[in-house]
């Protein structure tokens, strides 16, 4: 994915004279924050929500939003980040009360419980950075511009993130 500041700046321009050209920001970027509530959530129709949630509030805001020159996929990250955090919080209580049923799902949850636990080892930004380059398949580049530092602090957030997810796992080599 690549990000053209122009374009963004373009669709946010239009959207903000007339709602329905939204749309366009929805299509542009649904996939990369889709895949990021997937990997929130651990479950598909929950990501599915949790990403329609992202944009009814982009949506909501919008009037609101002011022009920064930082990529609009940045903005839509941290509405997503505040809105899975939000949502973690009401599963942790609902969980405490009702466990779910996993019993169907081909080792699914299980695996996201535990890329959710290792991602939970990590400080904020260095998780984010670590989902944006292998969840959402970001460029080191692009990872740099939606969190607003260096190309090599973004490098180093993702080769630190491996390195202690290797330890975490017990795989402390380096292939």
């Known amino acids: 994915m690549t990000f053209d500041l122009r374009e963004d700046r373009k669709l946010i321009t ?13 299509g542009r970027y649904y996939g990369p924050i889709f895949r990021y509530c ?8 929950d990501a599915e929500d949790l990403a329609m949630d992202v944009f009814t509030e982009a949506l909501t805001a919008l009037p609101r939003f002011r022009w920064e020159g930082r990529p ?20 942790a209580i609902r969980a405490s ?3 779910a049923d996993t019993s169907s799902n081909n080792g ?21 950075a670590l989902v944006l380059r292998f969840v959402v398949e ?7 511009a939606l969190q607003g530092i ?26």
């Open 72 to 91: 609009l996929l940045a903005w839509l990250f941290a509405i997503a980040r505040s809105r899975s955090t939000s949502n973690a919080r009401k599963a």
């Open 14 to 26: 239009a959207a903000q004279a007339n709602p329905a050209a939204f749309s366009f920001v929805f």
């Open 38 to 45: 997937v990997l929130r959530t651990g479950n598909s129709g």
């Open 97 to 99: 009360v009702a466990p």
């Open 108 to 128: 699914v949850y299980e695996a996201s419980v535990e890329v959710r636990r290792l991602l939970g080892k990590l400080d904020a930004p260095t998780a984010e």
């Open 138 to 144: 970001c460029s080191f580049e692009e990872i740099a």
């Open 150 to 175: 260096a190309l090599s602090a973004a490098k180093m957030r993702v080769y630190r993130a491996l390195a202690k997810a290797r330890r975490a796992m017990g795989n402390d080599d380096e292939g």
